[in-house]
């Protein structure tokens, strides 16, 4: 029996942005595994697969059914909203089977028999700071920083060299994860972090729910970030020191960091 | 009249990665404009654009060549490969929309009439980053930074800088442009730089025309980048010094950087 696993990433939201490659993916699997709502986002498919759903923070355990199922002979997807290698479900899944690799030697359940049982693939997607960026014009135009403010699976300090990194070396920075309600005041000290090197009118661009029908999107200066608007669906595009905004004529703020640096 | 100037991403490569909004905004166009190669990527469309086909490195004045045209009420499509926020067309596109509106109280040529006549749009396709990274695993699973290596539009001293600063917070690092015909020696720099903050064996993907039918990945070790396999249509990724490679039962070799922080 020889399975298929394929890790999804579904874009950021509607289907106009996912990409035809995961469509066919979703429409072939026979399982489909993954957070509840980024399942809920797949819609309707025409052979209805079976749907898996788990909760938030299960990354290690949704890889391990994910594993099981195509060592069974399913077609899985794995679904992801975004790109699932940037903080997403690629990282779990192959950690599994890595995991299970290394077990083998040691008693374990025979990694190397399901790897090799198992077509493996990543699909990729429009990850979530590119298509935030869309929104507000081009503040990714020059090199940039992807960064998780989450300190669940990584110690706080290493956040916070990273940050003073970046910042200190002129990249933009897009924040992912920046707030939750178990980590209230990590956002509010990164923009310090990041204050320590930037003006205090840096443009920051704020989107919520990219894609998706609720999307939401706010350039303001460094200084004013509405962290009280901020949630684990945001995203933030703190610009370099040569990043600019500009109103349109029809009122519209626009950010971009040139391609020219002085 | 009103035109419509959408900066379109392809994607990396094949249709199976171009979203269907990108595919969308090519079918209703009226003209394309772009990079020769890219427009070739584009295909054959129901109803043939006018196609607008110009040199690499002449961003700007492509940028214009398409402003002038949605002025004029066409229906444009500004063509970039992956990403058009991602070292590619939409800061052009942005910058050369500012300039006109601050050229308006010098005599300019009503840059606030353009903008006012134009509805400008950007759609964000999978970059190569993300894309490369799927072809061997999960590399980007934690923090990374996004480098054009290219010091074309930037003091060279910037980019060494930037290497430094992200090796040393242990990003793992995304290579883009690492090295053309005009810059021969700058990618082994960068490595050099990089090596001063990893081990000799950290993990490194070389990836080669992703999404096309020439699409090539390997992973090597920092020590033994292939440097003259690389050219402006490959990316590297970088590990950071938790990244990990391993070879599938099957031969494959993969990469990823754990979720889990030490």
């Given at each position: 029996v020889s399975g298929r ?65 195509a060592c069974?002979g ?42 090799a049982s198992i077509e ?143």
């Open positions: 696993l394929s890790v999804v990433g579904l874009g950021p939201g509607g289907e106009g942005l996912r990409t035809p490659l995961a469509s066919k993916r979703l429409a072939e699997a026979t399982d489909l595994v993954g957070y509840g709502p980024y399942l809920d986002q797949v819609g309707v498919l025409p052979a209805e697969p079976r749907r898996h759903a788990s909760d938030n923070r299960q990354e290690s355990a949704r890889a391990r059914v994910a594993i099981e199922l069974r399913g077609r899985v997807a794995v679904v992801s909203s975004g790109d699932p290698g940037v903080f997403a479900m690629a990282t779990a899944v192959v950690e599994e089977l890595h995991r299970g690799l290394e077990e083998r030697g040691e008693g374990g359940d025979g990694g190397a028999e399901r790897w493996l693939e990543i699909i990729p997607g429009v990850t979530a700071a590119t298509a935030a960026a869309a929104l507000v014009g081009a503040p990714l135009g020059h090199d940039f920083c992807v960064i998780s403010l989450s300190d669940v699976l990584k110690p706080w300090e290493v956040v916070e060299g990273r940050l003073s990194a970046a910042a200190g070396a002129d990249f933009v920075l897009a924040l992912y994860n920046p707030i939750s309600s178990q980590r209230p005041w990590q956002l509010g000290r990164a923009l310090d972090l990041i204050g320590a090197h930037r003006r205090a009118s840096t443009p920051v661009a704020v989107v919520k729910d990219v894609g998706r029908p609720a999307e939401w999107a706010e350039v303001v200066s460094l200084d004013s970030v509405p962290v009280e608007k901020i949630d684990m669906r945001t995203v933030l595009l703190v610009g370099s020191s040569t990043t600019r905004a500009f109103v349109s004529p029809v009122g519209r703020v626009w950010m971009y960091t040139p391609r020219r640096y002085p």
